[in-house]
T-cell receptor, first 116, second 115 residues
C-alpha cells in the first residue's frame, strides 16, 4: 500500500548528539514536510521541500537540517544546536500537481524523540 | 500573521450524541483552504474534512460537517452520532491558496467519546 514511513518510532538521544529521522514516501508526491508537535501547541512547520534538491525553512528551522536528494526521501537531522529537541515529529507529503494547491497533507505515523 | 485558535482544549460527548468543536482563524487572505484533521491515539493524522473559502456551501463527509462563517472567520466541526472511534485529538488547520501544504494548525481539541 502507498504511504509514508517514518523511522524510528521512538528514539533516545543524549545531549550534544545529532540524530537523523527518516521519512520515505511511495505516493509519488512532489512536496514533503516536517512538522513538530508539542503538547498544547499544535503542529509547527520545520522544513519543507517542493522539489528534489530544493528545500525551504519553515517557522522553527533553527537547530534542524534536511536534505532532498531523492523524491521519495526527506530525512530530518536534529542537531545539538536544537535547544529543546524532545518532541513528536511528523513527516507529511502532498502532490502539488495532481491536487494543486489543495493543501491536503498525508502524514506518517511520527517519530518520538526524547533527549536524556 | 495568520493564526488558528481552538479554544476548547478538551471535550467529551456521550456515544450517539452530537458534538461541535470550535475553530477561529485570522488572515487577510481572501482565498484559502480550511481543514479538520483527526489524530487518534495511534498518532497518525487523518484528514476529516476540507473547505474551500470561495465555496459558500458547508462541506459534509458522512457524520462530519462544518459550519463555515467566512466573515466571522469561524470554522466549526460538527460530529453527529458520535462513535467510540471518534475519540481523538482534532486539529483545525488553515492553508493560504497556492501555498501547497504549508498548513497553520490550531492547538488541538482532545475529544473523548464515552459509552
Amino acid at each position: 500500500d502507498g504511504g509514508i514511513t517514518q523511522s524510528p518510532k521512538y528514539l533516545f538521544r543524549k545531549e550534544g548528539q545529532n540524530v537523523t529521522l527518516s521519512c520515505e514516501q511511495n505516493l509519488n508526491h512532489d512536496a514533503m514536510y516536517w512538522y513538530r508537535q508539542d503538547p498544547g501547541q499544535g503542529l509547527r512547520l520545520i522544513y519543507y521541500s517542493q522539489i528534489v534538491n530544493d528545500f525551504q525553512k519553515g517557522d522553527i528551522a533553527e537547530g534542524y537540517s534536511v536534505s532532498r536528494e531523492k523524491k521519495e526521501s526527506f530525512p530530518l537531522t536534529v542537531t545539538s544546536a536544537q535547544k529543546n529537541p524532545t518532541a513528536f515529529y511528523l513527516c507529511a507529503s502532498s502532490s502539488d500537481r495532481d491536487r494543486a494547491y489543495t493543501g491536503e497533507l498525508f502524514f506518517g505515523e511520527g517519530s518520538r524523540l526524547t533527549v536524556l | 500573521a495568520q493564526t488558528v485558535t481552538q479554544s476548547q482544549p478538551e471535550m467529551s460527548v456521550q456515544e450517539a450524541e452530537t458534538v461541535t468543536l470550535s475553530c477561529t482563524y485570522d488572515t487577510s487572505e481572501n482565498n484559502y483552504y480550511l481543514f479538520w484533521y483527526k489524530q487518534p491515539p495511534s498518532r497518525q493524522m487523518i484528514l476529516v474534512i476540507r473547505q474551500e473559502a470561495y465555496k459558500q456551501q458547508n462541506a459534509t463527509e458522512n457524520r462530519f460537517s462544518v459550519n463555515f462563517q467566512k466573515a466571522a472567520k469561524s470554522f466549526s466541526l460538527k460530529i453527529s452520532d458520535s462513535q467510540l472511534g471518534d475519540t481523538a485529538m482534532y486539529f483545525c488547520a488553515f492553508a493560504p491558496y497556492n501555498q501547497g501544504g504549508k498548513l497553520i494548525f490550531g492547538q488541538g481539541t482532545e475529544l473523548s467519546v464515552k459509552p
